[in-house]
């Protein structure tokens, strides 16, 4: 069974940083695929950032340029570098892993899913 577990989360100014971490449990990251979901308030969960067990990196449209997904399989951690971030980033940020293949954007085959970390951007 893996855990995924998100911290990093808070409160900043528009135009700052935030960098989520997400600890996950067992060994999964030589296979697994983890990625980056938010929901803002009244809205579907949609994709943010993919990173694969090779490296390879995918990100929205609505945040290339800005953040950054990286992993460091010794900690077994994935973390999401958010800078120059905006009010309309402002939601909870979840972490997910899926065995590929997987589909970021429909969320398929996206397996298991940290509770979340709330991050709030003020204008």
């Known amino acids: 069974q893996v855990q995924l577990v998100e911290s990093g989360g808070g409160l900043v100014q528009s135009g700052g940083s935030l960098r989520l971490s997400c600890a996950a449990s067992?060994?999964?990251?030589?296979?697994?695929?983890m990625g980056w979901y938010r929901q803002a308030p009244g809205k579907q969960r949609e994709f943010v950032a993919l990173i694969t067990s090779g490296g390879t990196t995918d990100y929205a449209d609505s945040v290339k340029g800005r953040f950054t997904i990286s992993r460091d399989s010794a900690k077994n951690t994935v973390y999401l570098q958010m800078n120059s971030l905006k009010p309309e980033d402002t939601a909870v940020y979840y972490c997910?892993?899926?065995?590929?293949?997987?589909?970021?954007?429909?969320?398929?085959?996206?397996?298991?899913w940290g509770k979340g970390t709330l991050v709030t951007v003020s204008s």
């Open positions: 067992g060994s999964i990251f030589g296979t697994y695929a």
């Open positions: 997910a892993a899926g065995v590929p293949p997987v589909v970021p954007l429909s969320q398929s085959g996206m397996d298991y």
